[in-house]
C-alpha cells in the first residue's frame, strides 16, 4: 500500500511544488491511515488544513482506497 501512496502523492506534488510546497510521505499504517509532512510554502499556510483534506487526501483516496484518512505530523 505504501509505494500506491508515493504513486498517487507524485500526482500530488507538481500542484504543490508550483506553489512553494511539498509533501512528503511519512509513515502508512495497517488500518489505512496515512501521515504526511507538509513543507515548504505549504508548512506555514493557513489553508494547509483544507490542501490536506480537500485536495491531498481526497486523490490518494481516489488512487488507493484501503487509505481511511490522512493526517500531517
Do not use: F, Y
Request: hydrophobic share 40%; net charge positive.
Amino acid at each position: 500500500m505504501k509505494e500506491k501512496v508515493e504513486q498517487a502523492l507524485a500526482k500530488i506534488r507538481p500542484a504543490l511544488q508550483r506553489d512553494g510546497g511539498d509533501v512528503e510521505l511519512v509513515d502508512v499504517a495497517e488500518n489505512g491511515l496515512v501521515k504526511v509532512r507538509l513543507t515548504g510554502a505549504c508548512r506555514g499556510c493557513p489553508m494547509s488544513q483544507m490542501t490536506l483534506k480537500a485536495g491531498v487526501e481526497r486523490i490518494i483516496k481516489q488512487q488507493v482506497p484501503e487509505v481511511t484518512s490522512v493526517v500531517a505530523v
